[in-house]
């Protein structure tokens, strides 16, 4: 069994992530209709994963946050454009300039089973090498119209089974997705 | 009481009605999984509608069909390009050149309470229009990467309740969704 590649995200009904300019006002007025407690399963998800993957995109944003959120949690910041990470972050945060298929190769000799994979360019990424095994996706109930999509090009159809889904009371529908058929052989690809 | 405008339509994971040059190979192969007689709850919305509104390729589609396959039910075909409609259609189809609101609101006159509105751009200019009320969305379990997308700009968000969610066993993933807001006075605005 080769590592395990999830994401677990927000969309609007059309697909997207954020607005154009990275804002999700939409989602905050959404998550406000949430009743405390409920995390839509994010808290369950995090307990099955080992290390975690995301560019620079998702790493800047987190770094406004008031703390560090992952704890010891192993992160691979993927970006060729950060030179350092900021002081102050765990050890366990590092930056790489490796492909999709690398980080997973690296991860998966380094016993991680279950990586998590974020932000929107680094999903597409991941999505277009073949490598994303598990979607867990949380449709919230507006159009925007336009913004940065979850989706992007692919050079061929990605099948999927879905594993669950849920209506929550409030309105979000979740489904958890199983990709089934990728494109054959991503992990030899040689990095581009 | 205004003319509920409904959308009844299937779309990849990733937002799409078709491929880029139109093909629903995907949706035919998807199809093919389902049982026989299985129609995802197509005739029970029929029988709820009063009248059809579609564009330009949407009615050209149907017109390669084998019959027509709407019987008496009335149906708008709404196009500018049309010059007038092929010999030996039912009386109930008729020519316009109207916009979504000047239609909802003939067709309301006419006591047509549910339409039908099918078709990308008709939906994308219904929905724009403010005068979509309902959404059964169908969505097929696979990623296309490309194509003609459901959904297209607006000016403002659109909220949505969800009234119902099922899964099939093969699958898809149908959500009913009804409008909540949508821009005001969108049936006072001129045609544009």
Redesign the interface.
Known sequence: MGTRCSVFIATS???FIARTDGSID?LDRANATVQPGEDCGYAQFLHTIDALVMGRGTFEKVLTFPEWPYGAMPVYVLSHSIEQLPAGLPETVQLSRESPAEVVRRASASGHQHLYVDGGKVIQSF?AAGLITELT?T?I??????GLR?????????????IA?K?YPF?F?Q?H?AVVTSRPHALDRQPN
């Open positions: 009904l059309d697909g939409w999505l996706l449709v109930p507006v159009l925007l119209g336009s979850l989706f992007g090009d692919l050079e061929a159809d990605i099948t999927l089974n879905v889904s209506v309105g529908v489904n997705y």
